[in-house]
């Protein structure tokens, strides 16, 4: 296949994806900008939600359902067409440059992965821009998103391009053996990866600076010390510049621990909910959540190089990308795309993982906070300034959520303290 038939195919697919989303996504002004009622996060409420609640968010959140399913199609239709032509056309041309397989395996993967970026820019640009203006969730201007853009697919040729160099090393290295080499290979780039994270990629993206002094932080590192969590700093991101929405996290491994709040989480919230959110978070570090979600990615990967092992003696599967095997630079749109496939595969149990983390985090900040109230009036003023899924289909909780539905948050914070009573 030529490159230029190969870049027509990819241009109609990527905007026909991205007019399909577009097309789903249409929504009267009326309804999209459209505010919550007063006392509409009244914890009273509880999980109840009406019927106007759910219909206007499903109509925000349905469409993204859409763009997931469409996203995969397109990454698998750029990694077929490149499989069938361009990528023996640009591996012939890599391998003519000075500096060896790692040199090569390096471009190879900066190569796939601008190709897929480019090939789902317009569908990150319908959802990621133009839909989160017209909802009135984004704070950002074109110029701003290119931005970050660019920064995004700098990141991703990065990671691409090392674990390329790291997977055709070690197939070169160890014949026999590189699927359970890769494995640990691999294993340990996760974990790199999430130890850099906080101080490499996250400062790309934002500017973050420490909580300032005042009765709030005292409360957040007494909270800390009741939790039995050391607290250097709480940081605030600068998510203002791109979003109303609110949100916290932790990341990092060691001494790149961070926890982290969005200026909108403390611009929108009273104290009580923040505190609640900060005891969230630090349910996740009382737990080690995040080297344990580093544990279940090894055991993903461990399934998946196995899987790839049972692969790479079907040469077909390699001749038909115009590859001589598992280890040739040809390969690597097969490898991507098996990746792709691997990875929606384990993503359920993955998310199931994750959801349980996420409620046993919340059983801690009730723990800490001893406040059901300003759990759910933050579970609800978070639903309605997120526009979070109120009525989620199962199978896009099971497939996709990382968090369990809003409701049964709610519902769960309301038994625990009647537990308690």
Request: no cysteine; glycine share 8%; net charge neutral.
């Amino acid at each position: 296949m030529s490159i230029l038939r190969a870049a027509t195919i990819l241009g109609a697919v990527a905007l026909a994806a991205a007019a399909g989303v577009a097309l789903a996504s249409r929504t009267p002004g009326d309804i999209r900008l459209q505010k919550p009622a007063p006392g509409a996060s009244d914890p009273s409420l509880g999980a109840r939600f009406s019927n106007e609640q759910v219909a206007r968010h499903g109509r925000y959140r349905a469409p993204g359902y859409l763009a997931f399913a469409l996203t995969i199609a397109v990454e698998a239709a750029a990694l077929i067409v490149l499989a069938r032509g361009p990528m023996g056309r640009a591996a012939g041309w890599i391998e003519s440059l000075p500096g060896g397989l790692v040199v090569h395996a390096l471009a190879a993967g900066a190569v796939v992965a601008i190709v897929l970026f480019v090939a789902l820019l317009p569908l990150s640009f319908v959802r990621g821009f133009a839909l989160q203006h017209a909802w009135g969730l984004s704070t950002q201007d074109v110029g701003g998103w290119v931005s970050d853009q660019a920064r995004s697919v700098l990141v991703a040729s990065v990671v691409a391009a090392i674990g390329a160099a790291a997977f055709f090393a070690v197939v070169r290295w160890q014949p026999r053996w590189w699927w359970l080499v890769g494995w640990a290979t691999f294993t340990g780039l996760t974990a790199l990866m999430t130890f850099v994270y906080p101080i490499l990629v996250a400062p790309l993206f934002n500017r973050f600076t420490p909580l300032e002094e005042s009765p709030l932080k005292a409360r957040l590192v007494a909270l800390a010390d009741e939790a039995g969590v050391r607290v250097d700093d709480v940081l605030v991101a600068d998510a203002s510049r791109r979003t109303i929405a609110e949100n916290a996290y932790v990341a990092g491994l060691g001494a790149t621990k961070r926890l982290v709040l969005y200026d909108t989480l403390l611009d929108a919230g009273g104290d009580d909910e923040t505190a609640f959110v900060v005891a969230h978070e630090l349910g996740h570090r009382v737990e080690n959540h995040v080297f344990k979600g580093v544990a279940v990615a090894s055991v993903g990967l461990l399934l998946s190089f196995l899987a790839l092992l049972w692969l790479s003696g079907r040469s077909a599967v390699w001749e038909w990308a115009g590859a001589s095997g598992i280890g040739d630079l040809r390969a690597l749109p097969v490898l991507v795309l098996f990746a792709t496939l691997a990875g929606i595969l384990l993503l359920p149990a993955e998310n199931a993982v994750s959801r349980a983390f996420e409620r046993r985090a919340d059983e801690i900040a009730l723990q800490l906070t001893d406040d059901p109230a300003a759990a759910v009036r933050t579970f609800r003023r978070l639903a309605f300034s997120n526009l979070a899924d109120l009525r989620p289909p199962g199978v896009a909780v099971g497939m996709l959520f990382s968090h369990p539905p809003v409701a049964d948050r709610i519902r769960a914070a309301v038994a625990g303290s009647n537990r308690t009573q």
